[in-house]
């Protein structure tokens, strides 16, 4: 089946510092990627819809100025953690759309210090 | 719109009885369902997808589902269960169209006991 990599799978940095997680379709083009988040013990709550070429849509109640997506080609999509703090600390899924399966990447758990 | 329930946040059941996890869906259209398996600290591994085809649909480690439209309902069952069947189970359900994004439920937390 498809493939979706997401880089890095654990990642700690400092208050008021970016991190930059990024996900990748290896053997299929991806027009779209969704980016989730997923608190502990908790579902994946979808945080934006990303489209390659052009502005991300995202879900009411996320901070587009926080979380910076980018879809530059059609196989990858970066979601940017501007000035983390602490509550950002989280696991980062993101996914892509091939026919009628998503394929999701090994998750990203930030923790902000 | 469409939405997911999971009508029990965590299920225990013995090494070697039947699973039953319980799924109720909503959707204004015909919807895609799958159920995703997520061991802790790890990414989604799905398990089985209905596309509007087979309403049983069977799935990897002996698991399958039935889509029942008439209930609104994509209930996950196996046989018997296994020690390595303890996770976090996912019921998802999406539309047909490539852009869509997929509705999670809140999950169903199982446990095996030996």
């Known amino acids: 089946g498809a493939v979706v990599s997401q880089h890095p799978s654990w990642v700690i940095c400092k208050s008021g510092t970016s991190v930059k997680i990024e996900c990748r379709s290896l053997d299929f083009q991806a027009t779209t990627m969704f980016w989730y988040r997923q608190f502990p013990k908790q579902s994946l709550m979808l945080m934006a819809t990303s489209n390659e070429g052009s502005k991300a849509t995202y879900e009411q109640g996320v901070e587009k100025d926080k979380f910076l997506i980018n879809h530059a080609s059609l196989t990858l999509s970066t979601l940017t953690v501007t000035s983390a703090h602490p509550e950002d600390s989280s696991f980062y899924i993101c996914s892509a759309r091939d026919w009628d399966e998503a394929f999701f990447g090994q998750g990203t758990r930030l923790t902000v210090v | 719109a469409q939405s997911v329930t999971q009508l029990d946040s965590h299920v225990s059941v013995s090494e070697g009885t039947p699973v039953l996890l319980r799924c109720n869906y909503s959707s204004s259209y015909s919807p895609s369902l799958f159920w995703y398996v997520q061991h802790p600290n790890k990414g989604l591994q799905l398990l089985l997808k209905y596309t509007s085809a087979a309403t049983l649909v069977k799935g990897i480690n002996g698991f399958e589902a039935e889509f029942k439209k008439s209930e609104t309902s994509f209930h996950l069952t196996k046989p018997s269960a296994h020690m390595s069947d303890a996770a976090e189970y996912f019921c998802?359900?999406?539309?047909?169209?490539?852009?869509?994004?997929?509705?999670f439920g809140p999950g169903t937390r199982l446990s095996v006991l030996p």
């Open positions: 998802v359900v999406s539309g047909h169209n490539y852009g869509q994004n997929f509705v």
